[in-house]
């Protein structure tokens, strides 16, 4: 069955160093501009190079290859850099790489997760191949998060106890390839002591949604981010809303991506509600909205 959510995002490639090429999806590029000469923030992080102003909007820099371990770019090969302007977790940031190379078709479905032994803390969420080259899809989350960390004040929930009771039946599934994500969503839930399973990308949630059926526990609220390698969260709340024993189930897209079309397509796909990340409290006010609906459909069933 061809997917509603199909689209045409493709992957835009780029070169952090001479050798190895990296990658992140179209969704998320606001435009590439070539290098233009900021203005320095004193105090600022080390690689925060400042802030330029692009079409009225003031914008970080930011030296993609140092925030990753890489040589920093040096002021002599600023004029051959370009500048990824990306709309990214509630903020417009401006990341300065080496080369943009090209931007192409991807099957979403092909890329794959990295490998267990490269560790949890790495700046990659897949791996792919483009014309027989290695392409690694960075992280710009956890990029984002070391360089901005969140405002405490937006990482956990308040829940009085009557509320936190209406959730603690729900069976909660969490879904994100990205590993700061995983870990801000179970920090969020894990604080006002409600009960949640973890899948790492799509294919595994479907997996657990469709066994949890088949056990007569089936789950009431999913959580998913959209991009993902494998099935993408489009793909998955289209798959749930088509699948009869899984289509009562509340979804929440909850993305890093801001964007009104990304809540648009949300809703084409089955999904419930479309929220940017990280905002605790809007997170659980949706499940809470989605704990009332589950209890309604139980009451008429």
């Known amino acids: 069955m061809k997917s509603k959510a199909s689209q045409s995002q493709g992957l835009l490639l780029f070169r952090l160093s001479q050798t190895q090429m990296f ?29 330029v102003n692009i079409r009225g909007t003031t914008m970080p820099v930011i030296d993609m290859p140092a925030a990753i371990g890489y040589r920093p770019i040096t002021p002599e090969e600023y004029p051959d ?4 302007i990306t709309d990214c977790s509630r903020t417009t940031v401006g990341f ?12 979403w479905q092909a890329i794959a997760p990295p490998p267990e032994t490269l560790g949890h803390n790495i700046y990659v969420t897949g791996i792919t191949r ?15 998060s070391h360089i901005n960390p969140d405002d ?29 994500a995983r870990r801000q969503l179970c920090n969020a839930l894990d604080s006002i002591n409600i009960p949640y399973f973890v899948a790492t990308n799509g294919n595994d949630a479907l997996d657990i949604m469709q066994k949890s059926a088949q056990a007569k526990t089936p789950v009431d609220i ?28 509340y979804m929440i897209l909850h993305t890093s991506l801001s964007s009104e079309i990304c809540v648009d397509r949300a809703h084409q796909v ?3 509600e479309a929220l940017t990340k990280f905002d605790a409290n809007e997170l659980v006010h949706a499940m809470l909205r989605g704990a009332k609906q589950r209890r309604e459909t139980a009451v008429e069933a």
Do not use: W
């Not at 850099?81 to 990824?84: A, G, K, Q, Y």
């Not at 943009?100 to 078709?105: F, L, P, R, S």
């Open 23 to 51: 990658a992140m999806g179209t969704l998320k590029v606001q435009e590439i501009v070539p290098f233009t000469s900021f203005t320095k923030i004193p105090y600022s992080q080390q690689h925060v190079l400042g802030a």
């Open 81 to 84: 850099c370009s500048i990824i």
């Open 96 to 107: 300065l790489v080496r080369g943009i190379e090209k931007i192409t078709a991807c099957d």
């Open 130 to 144: 483009t014309e027989e080259q290695l392409v690694q899809l960075l992280d710009v989350e956890l990029i984002l």
């Open 152 to 180: 405490p004040n937006s990482l956990y929930p308040t829940l009085t106890d009557v509320d936190r009771e209406k959730l603690k039946p729900m069976r909660i599934l969490l879904v994100d390839d990205s590993g700061v």
């Open 222 to 249: 999913l959580v998913s981010d959209i991009e993902m390698p494998g099935l993408d969260g489009y793909e998955l709340a289209f798959e749930v809303q088509n699948t009869p024993h899984l289509a009562n189930t």
């Open 270 to 272: 089955g999904a419930h």
